[in-house]
C-alpha cells in the first residue's frame, strides 16, 4: 500500500501526519518512509531519534534511496508543499491513497478548495482530507471546517488529530508522539492518527 501525504500550503502537517501513519502501518507489515520534500524534514525526524537513543520503528529514506526498500509491504510518501497542478497528477498517480491534511483556518481551507478543485479536474476519488491541529472544544474551528468540507462534498477523515504540544515535542526529539513523557494529551494524540490508520487500512480495503 502507498500513502501520500501533500498540501499546496505548507505547515498543515504533512510530515507529522507521514512519520504517524507510517508508524501505525509498521504494526501491520513492513514499512518505509520515502522522504520527497528536499528539506527532508522526515530524514531529520529520524536523525533526531537515533541520536536520542530512541530510533523510528520504520525506515525514513530520500526518494533516490527508496528503490532498495521495494520488498516492503507500505510505503508512505512525505511531499513538499506545491503549487503545481502537474506534481499532483504525478503525486496521485504514484499511490493507493492521497491524504491531504488541512488545519482549519481560512487560508489553509482556501489552499485546500483549490487542491481539490484539481482533484476533481484530473478525476479521481483516489484523496481524503484530515484536519489536523484542531483546537479543543470548546472552540468551533474544527466544527466548522468539517461543515464546510461536508457541504463542499469533499471526502472527509471522520477522525480528526488535535493540537496537541506533544506532537511538537515528539518533532523536536525525533520520536513518535506517544513517546512523549509527561505529556497526558501523548497517548490520546496518538489514538487518533490510530484512528485514521484504521480509515486508511478500511479504504484501501485491506481490513
Ligand atoms: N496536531 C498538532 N498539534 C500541534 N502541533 C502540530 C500538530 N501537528 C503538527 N504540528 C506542528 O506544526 C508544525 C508543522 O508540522 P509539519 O512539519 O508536520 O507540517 P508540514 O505540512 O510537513 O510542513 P512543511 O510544509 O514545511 O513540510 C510543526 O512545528 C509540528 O510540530
Ligand atoms: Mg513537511
Known sequence: MIITTASFKGGVAKTTTAIHIAAYLQERGDTVLID?????SACRWAERGLANNQPLPFKVVGVNQAARYRACEHFVIDTEARAEAEDLKEILE???LLVLPTTPDTLSL???VQTVELLQKIGTGK???LLTRVPPPPRREGADARDFLKEMGFPVFTGKI???VAFQKAGNDGILVHKVK???RARMAWNEYCTIGKEIMHAAGKE
Open 36 to 40: 520527497g520534500d528536499p528539506n527532508r
Open 94 to 96: 504514484g499511490c493507493d
Open 110 to 112: 482556501d489552499a485546500l
Open 127 to 129: 484523496y481524503r482530507v
Open 162 to 164: 488535535r493540537e496537541a
Open 182 to 184: 509527561g505529556d497526558r
